[in-house]
């Protein structure tokens, strides 16, 4: 009986804070870079944000701000999933060997507060 409680006062509190929406965008890269120029992706803190990605050669992501880096293979579709508990302004930019970047931010994450 107590842990039926519990459960479902954790339960409660979880879905009272309304943590945890999940936030898809869908990004196609040809040559390294996105038909928009550095279009701004808005998100509440707390989220799940997905990225749909696709790219036409090999590239690694960097979210600056998360340290978060993803490798994408040249065509082949790719899911990059993570929460955003910081809110900001987090530029996502290409990584080319040796760490350095390609060129200017693919786009910014807007991560407004809860």
């Known amino acids: 009986m107590i842990l039926r409680v519990s ?3 954790a339960a409660m509190l979880l879905s009272a804070t309304g ?3 999940e936030r898809h965008f869908e990004l196609a890269l040809h040559d390294g870079r996105l038909a928009d120029s550095a279009p701004t992706l808005t998100v509440s803190q707390g989220d799940e944000v ?3 990605l696709s790219s036409d050669r090999e590239l690694e992501l960097h979210l600056h701000g998360y340290s978060l ?3 994408l293979a040249a065509g082949v579709p790719a899911v990059w999933r993570f929460a955003v508990p910081t809110s900001g302004r987090f ?3 290409v990584h ?5 970047h390609g060129h200017a931010p693919l786009l910014y994450l807007e991560v407004h507060p809860d």
Do not use: D, I
Not at 96 to 100: D, L, R
């Open 69 to 71: 880096t993803f490798a």
């Open 96 to 100: 080319e060997h040796g760490g350095k």
């Open 50 to 52: 997905v990225l749909e």
């Open 7 to 9: 459960v479902m006062s």
């Open 91 to 93: 530029p996502l930019a």
């Open 19 to 21: 943590w945890g929406a």
